[in-house]
């Protein structure tokens, strides 16, 4: 995936890769990082690790406040009776 000129595309970049990774795709990123030239298989290795750590903890985080909102909205309706 390298322009005619011999340069990374944008979305190959190291940079780009890692706020892609980040904030943007998640895990749905890694074709990315595994297309992108500019990473070593080692440092691809980790960063598939850490963005799977990454994305597990975002997850659970998500569960843990839908679960203190739906109790704090089962608390307000018995609290409305």
Do not use: H, N
Not at 36 to 60: C, D, E, H, Q, R
């Amino acid at each position: 995936m390298r322009k005619e000129d011999g340069k990374v595309r944008w979305y190959l970049r190291p940079t780009s890769v890692i706020l892609l990774l980040f904030f943007v795709l998640g895990p749905f990123g890694l074709p990315l990082l595994y297309r992108s030239p500019k990473f070593s298989k080692t440092l691809k290795t980790v960063l598939t690790a850490v963005v799977i750590i990454y994305t597990s903890y975002l997850v659970f985080a998500t569960l843990e406040i839908g679960r203190g909102l739906y109790k704090s909205i089962e608390e307000l309706q018995r609290s409305l009776e």
